[in-house]
C-alpha cells in the first residue's frame, strides 16, 4: 500500500497549457504539503494544508493553486504553465503540523517545453 | 530565519569505506531534524530523525546521526558504505513559518560509491 500516492508520476506538456497533479495519503493524516524541487534537486516548501486550510503560502505565483477536497487529498492545478515550472512536485503528509516525520510521495516530473 | 547548510556538493567514497555527510542547521528553538535519502529519479525517503532525547539516533539501512547542539550540527554517518547507497541524501529542519512540520532543506549531497 503506497501511503502517499501521486499521479501522474510523469508529465510532458506546453507551454500555456494548464494542468494538475492528484496527491492522496492514506495514513490518516491532518496535514498535507507540497514541495518542489528544482533542476538543481533545491527542495522548497510551496504550500501547506492542516485540515483543509492552507496555512503555508509560499511565494508561489497565482498561477498555482492547491485545492484540498478533504483531508486525504490535496490536489495542485497550474495554469498557464511556463517552462520554469518544469520541476519535480512532491506530496507529502504528517500527522499533524505541530512536527511528526513527514512522508513524501514518489514525485511528479512535471517538463514543459 | 533558518537554514539548513550541507557543506559538501558531492562525495565519493570507495565501498566498504566508513561515510560522514555534515549537516549545519540555523534554528533558534531546539530544532527537529532529519535526514532523506534521494534515489535516482526517486522520492524521498526518510532515514532517521531527531526530535529529542538521545542524541545519537539510529535509522535504517545502517545509519546513524549525531545532533551536537553546540555545533549546530547532525552529521550523518555510515560505518561501512555498500554501492546501493550511492544516491542524494538531504538534510532538512523543521519549523519553516513557524510550523515543525514544515520542513527546510539543505540543497543535498551527492554520493558516488567506488566498487
Known amino acids: 500500500d503506497t501511503a502517499v500516492s501521486q499521479t501522474p508520476k510523469y508529465l510532458v506538456t506546453q507551454m500555456g497549457n494548464d494542468k494538475s497533479i492528484k496527491c492522496e495519503q492514506n495514513l490518516g493524516h491532518d496535514t498535507m504539503y507540497w514541495y518542489k524541487q528544482d533542476s538543481k534537486k533545491f527542495l522548497k516548501i510551496m504550500f501547506s494544508y492542516n485540515n483543509k486550510e492552507l496555512i503555508i503560502n509560499e511565494t508561489v505565483p497565482n498561477r498555482f493553486s492547491p485545492k484540498s477536497p478533504d483531508k486525504a487529498h490535496l490536489n495542485l492545478h497550474i495554469n498557464s504553465l511556463e517552462l520554469g515550472d518544469s520541476a519535480v512536485y512532491f506530496c507529502a503528509s504528517s500527522l499533524d503540523s505541530s512536527g511528526n516525520t513527514i512522508y513524501f510521495g514518489e514525485g511528479s516530473w512535471l517538463t514543459v517545453v | 530565519a533558518q537554514s539548513v547548510t550541507q557543506p559538501d556538493i558531492h562525495i565519493t567514497v570507495s565501498e566498504g569505506a566508513s561515510l560522514e555527510l555534515r549537516c549545519n542547521y540555523s534554528y533558534g528553538a531546539t530544532p527537529y531534524l532529519f535526514w532523506y535519502v534521494q534515489s535516482p529519479g526517486q522520492g524521498l525517503q526518510l532515514l532517521l530523525k531527531?526530535?529529542?532525547?538521545?542524541?545519537l539516533v539510529q535509522g535504517i539501512k545502517g545509519f546513524e546521526a549525531e545532533f551536537k547542539r553546540s555545533q549546530s550540527s547532525f552529521n550523518l554517518r555510515k560505518p561501512s558504505v555498500h554501492w546501493s547507497d550511492a544516491a542524494e541524501y538531504f538534510c532538512?529542519?523543521?519549523?519553516?513559518?513557524?510550523?515543525?512540520?514544515?520542513?527546510?532543506f539543505g540543497k543535498g549531497t551527492k554520493l558516488s560509491v567506488k566498487p
Open positions: 531527531y526530535f529529542s532525547g538521545d542524541t
Open positions: 532538512a529542519v523543521g519549523g519553516y513559518g513557524g510550523s515543525q512540520g514544515n520542513l527546510i
